[in-house]
């Protein structure tokens, strides 16, 4: 069973239906498999093609200096190894990649990456690769569908996993699903966020879900801030729009990156980048507009030609969204929430320690991207990933025999219908799940943001707390059954509050600055400390943190300097 | 900046209450930037936590929040509130769909439909991935690159007349898929997809209104699809009649 119908998702479920044609394979998603996030994403996907000039070694390097050092180098290694193979089953499924004229893929440069090897489809490789994965998943018939269906919880018995709980949304019943083996593939958790590229989806219900069965959140504190967001909707613009070669530029028409990473001004990594801009925002050299401060990124000497053949989305969207020809005018921008590096602790093949428990894509945490992700890993990373959990899942599938729908886990799903229909439906005197959300976000964004202290971490921590309280006796307003998207609002936000105080506690706990995590109080590395993950707990009371080792294979931890 | 107020005019139905749908008025206030989609957050967060439609990524790439804006169909996420300035604003459910509640619409007959054309690449053998990517040219790429950018919205099922009338019509973007195989340098399943395409329900039934390609917000152009997939159709079948083996 697949929780979620992203790029982790379905390669997790064809992983899982090739490997094995007798093995049924169902994929549970709260959304249409086409509509999940993974179609927003627009630059490309990184993968070792071009062997005279391009290594595993070097995109190794490039990723685990990207992450600051915290990534953990073993699952790098595998990382790098499968990501061509990967890439190239894709194409052979489909894909349309962009083309060089000899016919082969074409790669393109992406921030922190040494040399181009970033495949791209225009500007929509997400769009592309989650089309061409979902039309290729339908010609499996032991692939099952269940579309608009929100899954709710997990059900662990004796130790292991028997399957999940889920709202068929359409009908607003709760049922049981028995599984010999689940992975999780729900994407990340921007909705947390108040400016984020997030699309709505994006709740962390199955970091919330794992994290409840008792599963650690590992690197929670490491949240990535995109440098490139329009200031209005936080609308993505693409990194490739600076791979091809786009500039940044303060008030004074100034490529202010000089300062900050001269060896590779806009092709530096995304965590710097969104602190210098923040940096120049705070000096005064940003302007000023009716959204806050922003730079301007600068296309215009692309020329019409380029923009139009590699970069036509970035082109739609400035043109639709804020009525902006980037072949002859800039693009206000400002760095937003964009993705976790953190999630649902895995080893390499994707399982999570709770046996039948697997997880893959941005909610998990392998940890190949440590304290900051290299743009255009994260595809990749999706399929690689995705597929090492459907095989693991498959395989422990085959060696299980089918769960039994007996006690404890009808109590359990019992016990969850309960807590659905009669505590959060039922409620009718209370705030608005939407007024509850709104706070949150302020508070992630004021307290949690680009830069942190003990302070604001500690205020952040205190908020959070008393906003899981609130939200015990928010209301639903809709109490229909038939598509209840009030309903599955609430249950969502309940499972973002979780996901919150797990970043909060991690980021209070992390005394140092790396990568995407900025302690203003604590502005160095600090190896000796805190070369190690944080992982977070659920507890009674407040989360409880541990650490675990960091794999250091061939790559001792340096200076972090472009 | 400044505010204006917009009139919101949204289908409700509530199948567990009302028997047949309505009208409801909501007034949002709105700067210029602002878009349809925006107002029905806004309403749903602060008017009435009720209203019912599917939205995700509100960058005009996800497909999910398609309604009939002032009659037409679009994504709520792309069409701008100021551009009906002093109007109010009919949002309405997609026609030829049965309406699940409110805005959102049942898409079981397309979700079919797609695995009917069968949209994925067929070869007899495909190579081990060791051997590297099937090259194809930029030629190849753009003669079915268009085609490959449908987000599966279904404005131009509602926008189809043809489809309006008989819901068996494969319609455009199913259509416009097939042929985005079809023409892609890397398949072989034209044999296969011919006949389903062909068929009763298939290319024939459409009568070239073209509204699917109006409507398209990602400019694919469903007709052309249907039109070409016509002429290679007609080809084959005239290459059947005068040369051996059909001509292949």
């Known amino acids: 069973m697949i929780i979620g119908g992203g790029a982790a998702g379905l390669r997790a479920a064809i992983a899982a239906a090739e490997l094995d044609p007798k093995l049924d394979v169902a994929i549970v998603s709260k959304v249409y498999p086409m509509r999940s996030h993974t179609v927003s994403a627009e630059g490309g996907m990184a993968a070792v093609l071009r062997t005279d000039y391009d290594n595993f070694d070097l995109h190794a390097y490039d990723t685990i200096k990207g992450s600051d050092f915290l990534a953990d180098q073993d699952a790098v290694e595998f990382f790098v190894k499968e990501a061509p193979k990967e890439s190239i089953r894709l194409e052979h499924w489909g894909c349309p990649f962009s083309r060089d004229p000899d016919g082969r893929i074409s790669v393109r440069a992406f921030g922190g990456m040494s040399v181009k090897r970033t495949l791209f489809a225009t500007d929509k490789i997400g769009f592309h690769l989650l089309h061409t994965l979902f039309q290729t998943s339908l010609k499996f018939e032991n692939i099952h569908r269940y579309d608009e269906w929100f899954t709710t919880s997990i059900l662990v018995d004796n130790g292991r996993v028997d399957g999940v709980t889920a709202i068929d949304i359409r009908s607003g019943e709760l049922a049981s699903f028995l599984a010999k083996a689940v992975v999780i593939a729900t994407g990340g958790c921007g909705r947390i966020y108040q400016f984020t590229t997030n699309g709505w989806i994006k709740t962390g219900d199955g970091m919330a879900m794992a994290y409840r069965a008792g599963v650690p959140l590992k690197d929670m504190e490491m949240v990535q801030y995109h440098p490139t967001l329009l200031p209005n909707t936080g609308i993505l613009i693409t990194e490739a729009a600076r791979g091809e070669g786009g500039h940044l530029l303060n008030k004074d028409g100034e490529r202010f990156l000089k300062k900050y990473v001269p060896n590779k001004m806009e092709l530096g990594p995304r965590d710097i980048l969104s602190r210098a801009e923040m940096t120049e925002i705070k000096e005064g050299r940003a302007f000023e507009g009716p959204y806050g401060s922003y730079v301007h990124l600068d296309l215009t000497h692309l020329g019409a030609g380029t923009i139009e053949a590699k970069l036509p989305f970035v082109k739609e969207l400035a043109e639709r969204y804020l009525g902006i020809d980037p072949v002859h005018e800039m693009i206000p921008v400002r760095p937003g929430q964009h993705y976790m590096m953190g999630g649902v602790h895995t080893d390499i093949h994707g399982y999570t320690g709770l046996p039948g428990l697997y997880a893959a894509g941005e909610m998990a945490c392998v940890s190949m991207n440590g304290a900051n992700r290299l743009g255009s890993n994260s595809l990749t990373e999706c399929l690689v990933f995705g597929a090492e959990a459907g095989i693991g899942a498959a395989q422990y599938a085959a060696r299980q025999g089918s769960p039994n729908f007996g006690n404890p886990v009808q109590g359990l799903a019992l016990e969850e219908e309960k807590r659905i229909y009669d505590r959060v439906l039922k409620s009718e005197r209370g705030e608005k799940i939407s007024t509850i959300r709104a706070e949150m976000q302020k508070t992630m964004e004021e307290h949690v943001g680009i830069y942190r202290d003990e302070n604001s971490l500690k205020q952040a921590c205190g908020l959070i707390g008393d906003l899981k309280q609130r939200m015990k006796n928010a209301v639903v307003e809709d109490k229909d059954r038939v598509y209840n998207t009030d309903l599955v609002s609430a249950l969502e936000l309940d499972f973002m509050l979780d996901v919150a105080e797990t970043i909060a506690y991690a980021a209070l706990a992390r005394k140092e600055s790396r990568g995407a995590h900025a302690r203003t109080d604590y502005p160095k590395r600090d190896d000796a400390q805190f070369l190690k993950h944080l992982v977070v707990y659920e507890t009674e009371t407040v989360p409880r943190i541990d650490t675990m080792p960091v794999s250091i294979t061939r790559w001792k931890p340096e200076a972090r300097v472009y | ?248």
């Open chain 2, 1 to 248: 900046m400044s505010q204006d107020i917009a009139t919101i005019r949204v289908t409700r139905y509530r199948p567990e209450k009302d028997g047949k749908p309505f009208f409801q008025d909501y007034k949002v206030p709105y700067r210029k930037d602002m878009v349809v989609l925006d107002a029905l957050n806004y309403i749903k967060a602060n008017l009435d936590g009720t209203l019912t439609y599917r939205w995700s990524c509100r960058m005009g790439v996800c497909g999910s929040c398609g309604a009939n804006v002032d009659g037409v169909p679009k994504l709520t996420c792309a069409s701008f509130l100021h551009e009906f300035k002093g109007r109010t604003i009919k949002v309405e459910p997609l026609t030829h769909f049965s309406v699940i509640k409110d805005l959102v619409v049942n898409m079981d007959d397309f979700m079919h439909k797609l695995v009917e054309i069968k949209p994925w690449i067929i070869k007899e053998k495909e190579s081990p991935p060791e051997e590297g990517e099937y090259r194809q040219s930029a030629e190849e790429l753009e003669r079915y690159a268009q085609f490959s950018s449908c987000i599966n919205c279904m404005l131009c099922y509602s926008a189809c007349p043809v489809y309006g009338l008989n819901e068996k019509f494969l319609g455009p973007a199913a259509i416009a898929l097939a042929y985005r195989y079809i023409e892609d340098s890397r398949d072989e399943g034209k044999d296969v997809r011919f006949p389903i395409v062909h068929e009763l329900e298939g290319v024939w039934e459409c009568t070239l209104v073209g509204e699917c390609s109006v409507v398209c917000p990602k400019g694919v152009d469903p007709m052309l699809a249907i039109q070409k997939t016509k002429i290679l159709g007609a080809t084959n079948a005239l290459k059947s009649l005068v040369m051996p083996r059909g001509g292949k």
